[in-house]
Structures are given as structure tokens and as C-alpha cells.
């Protein structure tokens, strides 16, 4: 399995960035976006299941949208009204569930910047 994740940068506070990440293989039961920011740990941005039931992190709440298009097993999200707070390494998820056993999936990351 693999995750490309794309789609990150530097942007000023206020802005918006849309990050993408294709995955290879089957349809994933969930996908997600987290972040990790230097000296912290990574955290849950947003999930969203293959039937489009989505979770999203307080702090990103009315600011950021995860969507997927099943067909491209890829999963985006779209970051508005950012602020420098966000500023972290954003990492894809993919998660596939059998039973009572998950599998997760990671992709290398990509870096969001939002700075003036």
C-alpha cells in the first residue's frame, strides 16, 4: 500500500491550502488527515468514512473539509481561514478494518507552513 500525499506549503494566516492523498489498492474503510508540529505530538485532524461520515478535531471545526472520492481511493482536505497554530507536518491515514483487527496506513507526510 502505498499514500502520495500532496498539496502543502507556505501560506499566510487567513489563507487556504487543499491537500490530496491517493492511496493504492482497495477502498479504505476510513481515511484521515493528522498532524504533528515540532515538539508535539501528532495528533487527528479530520476522518471520514467510506460512507462519508466525518470527525474533525475541535480546533479545525468550521475551518477545514475532509472529502474522498472513493473511486480515486483519495481522500482531501480543504484548510481554510488558517492560522499559524496549524502549522505542522500533515500526514495521510488510510485504515482498513477486518474483524476486530485495524490496519493503518501511512504516507510520508507533507509540510504546512502559515506564517506572515
Known amino acids: 500500500v502505498q499514500l502520495q500525499a500532496s498539496g502543502g506549503g507556505l501560506v499566510r494566516p487567513g489563507g487556504s491550502l487543499r491537500l490530496s492523498c491517493a492511496a493504492s489498492?482497495?477502498?479504505?474503510?476510513?481515511m484521515g488527515w493528522y498532524r504533528q508540529a515540532p515538539g508535539k505530538q501528532r495528533e487527528l485532524v479530520a476522518t471520514?468514512?467510506?460512507?462519508?461520515?466525518?470527525t474533525y478535531t475541535d480546533s479545525v471545526k468550521g475551518r477545514f473539509i475532509i472529502s474522498r472520492a472513493n473511486v480515486k481511493n483519495t481522500v482531501y482536505l480543504q484548510m481554510n481561514s488558517l492560522k499559524p497554530e496549524d502549522t505542522a507536518v500533515y500526514y495521510c491515514?488510510?485504515?482498513?478494518?477486518?474483524?476486530?483487527?485495524?490496519?493503518?496506513?501511512w504516507g510520508s507526510g507533507t509540510q504546512v507552513t502559515v506564517s506572515s
Open positions: 491515514n488510510a485504515r482498513r478494518i477486518r474483524g476486530s483487527y485495524d490496519y493503518d496506513y
Open positions: 489498492g482497495t477502498i479504505f474503510n476510513v
Open positions: 471520514i468514512s467510506s460512507a462519508n461520515s466525518t
